[in-house]
């Protein structure tokens, strides 16, 4: 299957600086991508959806001035955590769909995620 | 989007089938059912989708109700790298955006 490279897998940083992660669809274009956040055993929730050379939308409750996403080509998507605090500390997660395939029916890949510990 | 209902856990013998039911009864005509699972500290990996008929591939196979009201998730040889989290899915094309459940915890165990 189609390969979504994120980067870096673990970071450490402390309270106050920003950290930025980055999704790389390596196979294929991704006109779309989502980033997700998972708190410890719980389910992944959708943060935004990243559009190429477009304003991101964002779900309900997440702030888009403390998550900045930038998706400045069809293969790669920031997000970037400004001001991270602990409770930021979370496993992020992104994923893309195949522009060149139906829309209707195709699986979404999944990058292997980011461990982010705001200390 | 249709919502899901999966049982929170299960267990299974390595070596034997594990079948992993999800009820959406509010399925409409052209939502499609996917299956993803999670390994701990893992991205989802798709694993198999379907729209009315029945699916497989070299992973697992998908059985879904004439009525569309439910599906079966097989794994047919359950192998210990099997344990992971399991998130069964549908959605509309043309607004798919993946979007998770609490999904059934499997455990494999010896």
């Known amino acids: 299957g189609a390969v979504v490279s994120q980067h870096p897998s673990r970071v450490i940083c402390k309270s106050g600086t920003s950290v930025k992660i980055e999704c790389r669809s390596l196979?294929?274009?991704?006109?779309?991508m989502f980033w997700y956040r998972q708190f410890p055993k719980k389910s992944l929730m959708l943060m935004a959806t990243?559009?190429?050379?477009?304003?991101?939308?964002?779900e309900q409750g997440v702030e888009k001035d403390k998550f900045l996403i930038n998706h400045a080509s069809l293969t790669l998507s920031t997000l970037t955590v400004t001001s991270a605090h602990p409770e930021d500390s979370s496993f992020y997660i992104c994923?893309?769909?195949?522009?060149?395939?139906?829309?209707?029916?195709?699986?979404?890949?999944f990058g292997q995620g980011t461990r982010l510990t705001v200390v | 989007d249709a919502k899901t209902t999966q049982p929170p856990s299960m267990d299974c013998a390595e070596g034997r089938a594990a079948n992993l039911p999800c009820n959406h009864s509010?399925?409409?005509?052209?939502?499609?059912v996917y299956w993803y699972r999670q390994i701990h500290s893992q991205g989802p990996q798709y694993i198999i989708h379907?729209?009315?008929n029945n699916e497989t591939n070299e992973m697992a196979s998908l059985i879904i109700t004439e009525d569309r009201k439910s599906s079966t998730l097989i794994l047919p040889h359950a192998t210990l790298r099997d344990t992971a989290v399991y998130y069964c899915?549908?959605?509309?094309?043309?607004?798919?955006?993946?979007?998770f459940g609490r999904g059934t915890s499997l455990i494999v165990h010896p």
């Open positions: 994923s893309a769909r195949d522009r060149g395939e139906p829309w209707a029916n195709t699986e979404a890949f």
């Open positions: 196979d294929f274009q991704a006109t779309t």
């Open positions: 990243s559009n190429e050379g477009s304003k991101a939308t964002y």
């Open positions: 509010t399925i409409s005509g052209n939502e499609y």
């Open positions: 379907g729209l009315k």
């Open positions: 899915i549908v959605s509309l094309g043309g607004s798919y955006i993946p979007t």
